[in-house]
Each structure stands twice: as C-alpha cells, then as structure tokens.
C-alpha cells in the first residue's frame, strides 16, 4: 500500500538567494563561453548549417516532444495501484519539471519535487514521491548505461590520446561499480533517507517525526521491482525508447546537415555524449556554451571537425528551449488554475 508522507508547511519568504545568484553567474560565464567557441569556430559556417536544417526543425522538435512523451508513460506505469494518472497529466508533470531543471541550477532538486507536486491531484504524496523516485532511478540507469556503451563505442571506433583513454576506461569501470553499489542496496535495502534525517535533522522536528514513514516509503520504493516485476520491465523498454529516439534525433539533424548520411553509431556516440554533459553540467541553465564545446569536440574526434558539432548543439537548443516555452506556459496555467 503506498504510503503518505506528511508535506512539511511552507516557509515565508524563503528564497534560495545563494542558489539563484550561482545560477545567474553560471548563465552569465556559460553564455560567455557560447560566444567564444562559436566566434573561434566560425559564425557563418554554423549559420550554414542551421539555415540547411530549415523546416527540419519541426521534425526535430516533434522528436523531443515525443520523448517527454515516454518519459511520461513511464512515470505512469511507476505510479502504484489504485491510484491512476491520465498522459496529459503525467506529461505536463514531466515537461514542467524539465522545465525548471534545465531553466535553473537546481536539477533534480527543482524538477523531480515539481513532477510530484503536478501528481498530487491524482495521488497522495507519498505515492506520487514514490512513482516520482522509482521513474528516476529507472531513468538514471538507463543513462548511465548510454554513457557506457557509448564510451564503449567511441573507444572502438577512435584512436584515442592514452590520457583520455583511461579516462574513458574508468568511467566504465565507475558506471559498472554504481551498478553492483545499487544491486546491493536493493538487496539490503537500507534505510538511507531515514537515518540520515533521524540523524541531521533535530529530534522536535516534523520532519524527524515522519522518519518511520519516510523509512517504509524508502522500503516501498526498494521492493517495487520484486512486487511489480511486470511494470519495470514495461518501464525500462519505454526508457529503452526514449534513448533511441535521441540516436534518431541526432541522426535526423546530421542528415539535414551533412552532404552524406553518417553512420547510426556516430549518432550513437553522440547522443551519449549529450546525456554525459546532462549529467555532469546540469547545474548550468541550459547548458550554455558547454554543450557547443563538449559536441564540437567529440565530433573533432569523429573525424568531421567542430563546427558540426557546435552546430547540431545549437539546433538541439533550440528545440530544448521552444519545450521550456511551452512547459512555462504549463507551468503558469497551473499555478492560475489553482489560485
């Protein structure tokens, strides 16, 4: 049975001044690195490219939007009975919370709270952190099985420098570590969450007098494998679905933008570029700057110099910011419809 967890009350005027500065300053330096990498690989050879996308976009754009569709099929399938979410609502849960994530430097702590709350009306709390949490983990690791296969890909199919060799090597090695770490907490199933809390927050506290249910939501989400064996492998194929829709996005771009077809293992590689640059500069609002770099030089390696891959990330950009627009619009109507 899904269990409730009890919704801490709002605090007046909180605002996390330090959080919005950090972010306005990495906006700031990443729009700053955008203009000295384009401007040092050429303006009008990307200009070129993007005008050779042309109504390519709307292609494009529909393939990004169809990922925040499984994304959202997902998270329903994680959300336990007897509580439903229709698509449009668990759609709008994802593509607000993505929203925020990539619009600000909090990540998942903006987006995976604003995925739970847009749940509420469909599900109490707890079910909707739980669905929100399983969604995740099954999420993560599918990402970080990208990330390695394609590390693995790129390290077949380049010779690359011994440094960034082993660099390569032992990212693998830490991706399979992370998976025998996460093999061994759903085997023991620890009370992570609930010890910490019992021991960080004070004793009087609300949150301290909720440790036992967070404990059991914990215990909820560790078991949700073994009781609902059917649901995550239905889960892990939609995610499965979601990545190769980015193979086939990138592969889409590159062909609009390219004389020649190229291989489906080069947009392979790429896309697992992308998730790695998610990963790591999330904290970056939109990633600014660092994905035309990061792109452009994995496509250096690839042998097509970097100005394809500062293009084909400024196509993606554009394609991730008209999805913020429109999950900002979501986003207002929501908070007018409940005032």
């Not at 709390?125 to 739980?130: E, H, I, P």
């Not at 939609?238 to 190769?244: D, K, L, T, Y």
């Not at 640059?277 to 970097?306: C, H, I, N, W």
């Not at 394809?308 to 950009?317: H, Q």
């Amino acid at each position: 049975m899904p269990i409730d967890v009890p919704q801490p009350a709002p605090l007046e005027n909180d605002r996390p001044r330090g959080l919005t500065i950090g972010g306005l300053i990495s906006a700031v330096l990443g729009v700053a690195l955008f203009a000295w990498y384009v401007r040092g690989v050429g303006p009008s050879e990307i200009w070129d490219g993007l005008r050779s996308v042309g109504w390519g976009f709307i292609p494009i754009i529909a393939i990004a939007g169809a990922r925040f569709g499984l994304r959202a099929i997902s998270l329903m399938m994680c959300l336990e009975p007897p509580y439903r979410v229709p698509f449009s609502s668990a759609f709008t849960a994802v593509l607000t919370g993505d929203t925020l994530g990539n619009v600000t430097p909090l990540g998942l702590i903006a987006s995976e709270p604003t995925k739970a709350a847009f749940l509420r009306q469909h599900a109490p709390l707890g079910a909707s952190v739980a669905a929100v949490a399983i969604e995740t983990i099954l999420y993560t690791s599918t990402v970080a099985a990208m990330i390695a296969g394609s590390t693995v890909a790129l390290l077949l199919s380049v010779n690359l420098p011994p440094p960034m060799r082993r660099a390569a090597l032992m990212s693998v090695a830490v991706i399979a570590a992370g998976f025998c770490v996460c093999a061994w907490i759903l085997w023991k199933r620890p009370a992570i969450l609930g010890r910490a809390l019992s021991w960080i927050v004070p004793a009087k506290s609300r949150i301290h007098k909720a440790s036992a249910k967070i404990h059991d939501l914990e215990q909820q989400i560790y078991t949700f494998a073994a009781r609902r064996r059917n649901a995550v492998a239905k889960a892990l194929a939609v995610q499965a679905m979601f990545h190769a829709l980015g193979v086939l996005e990138i592969y889409v771009t590159l062909l609009l933008i390219l004389p020649t077809p190229v291989a489906v293992l080069t947009a392979f590689i790429l896309e697992g570029v992308n998730r790695l640059v998610q990963v790591v500069f999330k904290p970056v609002p939109l990633r600014a700057g660092v994905d035309e770099v990061t792109t452009g030089t994995f496509t250096s390696m690839l042998g097509y110099g970097p100005t394809l891959g500062a293009t084909l990330a400024i196509v993606r950009k554009v394609r991730t910011v008209f999805w913020v627009l429109v999950g900002t619009l979501l986003f207002v109507k929501r908070g007018v419809t409940r005032n």
